[in-house]
């Protein structure tokens, strides 16, 4: 047993009026809201590598944490297990989800790396034979190895595409074993730092036969969960392949994968992409491709993904409305893709990070169910698009009209139509009601 979180009980939901520092105060995983409980809307999940693997550093410095398990081989990937197993216990997680290396070190051959991440796969099934806690989604690090400077899927190197292939493989089955309800291939490096040396098409080929290879394989083995993309426009790539929703969905199609394959969608990269985590998840939403979530946020001072956890209940609102506008994530869930800060050292930093993202996430939903329950937000849009359910609006819409055809009927009904508010301020008003 570990007492790495010495002194700390379970997480406890104590209601708004709580003074408990480690309490929830409206994330209250068996209330029921619009007729299913908290935690199955949310389905919240923990990370491994932000929560257990990663060192404190950023762009500017190095390691400022000091864990038990750090630079201990085996031993210590074996305590970081009982760590997290642990972590999942005290805030009462249904769901984690990991990468390869945050659970093993890696070895000097791939099968010695793939040796090392299934012994551990096989602390987790035992793990998971008393914890409640099941996973969510697993995935290969395909970006962190100087292998894959050059990408993995994408590499100009086909020993290096068979190579992650062979992580991939490993991965994909082990999620499959241990229940995984989604396996999540993120880019990382599938992309360019300058078009140099680059032939974008070659590479866009060879990530659709990697994915293809994925997505056979997961058929084969019996693997019936989700197979996700995460976009990520940039940061470490100049330039990533999968930069947003819209662009992956344009790969899909062009390589017929659109219906085989979603998207699992993170704050972080929708912003800096230049868009809002609403605008991915409508556009995901209205192209049938949403499929998961990673929740957390970016500096707005910072240029690049800092991973902070979630503190806007006004942003999840928005975000919940999608999602339950589609009938909730399904298979997916909210994984927390977000670290404490560099100088939160403590054990009970992690609880605090966490604590903080499920309130907010708990206020999101609500906020967004009672703004639906209302109606009037979802009565102004479709007012708004009124006139296209009838008449020459549904005529021009369900191809019945040439544009000859439209250009005479607006002269013969000498239509001249003028502008109408969007009323956004007053939406703005609406919505902030029920945040």
């Not at 932000?50 to 085996?74: I, V």
């Not at 769901?95 to 040796?115: M, Q, R, W, Y």
């Not at 002269?411 to 919505?431: A, C, H, K, M």
Request: proline content about 4%; overall charge negative; hydrophobic content about 40%.
């Amino acid at each position: 047993m570990t007492d790495f979180f010495k002194g700390l009980s379970q997480v406890k939901f104590e209601g708004p009026e709580s003074r408990n520092p480690l309490a929830f105060r409206h994330y209250n995983k068996d209330e029921i809201i619009a007729g299913k409980r908290m935690e199955d809307h949310i389905r919240p999940a923990i990370a491994y590598w932000h929560s257990f693997a990663q060192e404190g550093g950023d762009p500017f410095g190095g390691r400022t944490f000091e864990r038990p398990w750090f630079d201990k081989g085996m031993e210590g990937a074996r305590l970081k297990a009982e760590v997290a197993f642990a972590f999942f216990e005290l805030i009462d997680a249904p769901f984690f989800c990991f990468h390869d290396v945050d659970i093993a070190p890696e070895g000097a051959t791939l099968a010695e790396s793939n040796k090392n991440v299934r012994a551990i796969g096989e602390v987790f099934a035992k793990k998971m034979e008393t914890s409640r806690t099941k996973l969510l989604w697993g995935t290969a690090n395909l970006f962190s190895n100087r292998r894959y400077m050059a990408g993995a899927a994408t590499n100009p190197d086909p020993e290096i595409f068979a190579y992650a292939a062979g992580q991939v493989k490993n991965v994909l089955e082990l999620t499959h074993e241990l229940g995984g309800e989604n396996y999540v291939l993120w880019g990382g490096r599938e992309g360019y730092e300058t078009l140099l040396n680059t032939k974008i098409g070659r590479e866009q080929d060879q990530m659709a036969r990697f994915l293809t290879l994925v997505i056979e394989h997961a058929e084969k083995i019996g693997f019936t969960g989700q197979i996700l993309i995460e976009p990520k426009p940039q940061e470490p790539s100049k330039h990533q392949y999968d930069y947003d929703v819209a662009t992956v969905y344009g790969f899909l199609e062009k390589y017929g994968l659109e219906k085989k394959v979603k998207c699992n969608i993170e704050v972080g990269h929708a912003f800096l992409a230049g868009h809002s985590f609403e605008h991915e998840l409508a556009v995901a939403s209205s192209l049938g491709i949403l499929g998961s979530v990673d929740a957390n946020r970016n500096d707005l001072q910072s240029g690049w993904d800092t991973d902070h956890f979630p503190n806007n209940p006004g942003e999840m609102a928005l975000a919940f409305y999608y999602i339950l506008k589609q009938g909730g994530l399904g298979k997916g869930g909210f994984n927390f893709d977000a670290k404490v800060r560099r100088q939160s050292l403590d054990a009970e930093d992690l609880l605090h990070g966490h604590i903080l993202g499920l309130d907010t996430l708990a206020r999101g939903l609500k906020g967004a169910v009672a703004l639906i329950a209302d109606g009037e937000f979802d009565r102004r849009l479709d007012e708004r698009y009124a006139g296209w359910n009838a008449g020459l609006g549904r005529d021009m819409l369900d191809g019945k009209l040439s544009l000859a055809e439209i250009a005479a009927r607006v002269e013969r009904d000498n239509i001249n139509p003028q502008p109408r508010s969007g009323r956004q301020e007053y939406l703005e008003n609406l919505v902030n009601r029920f945040v």
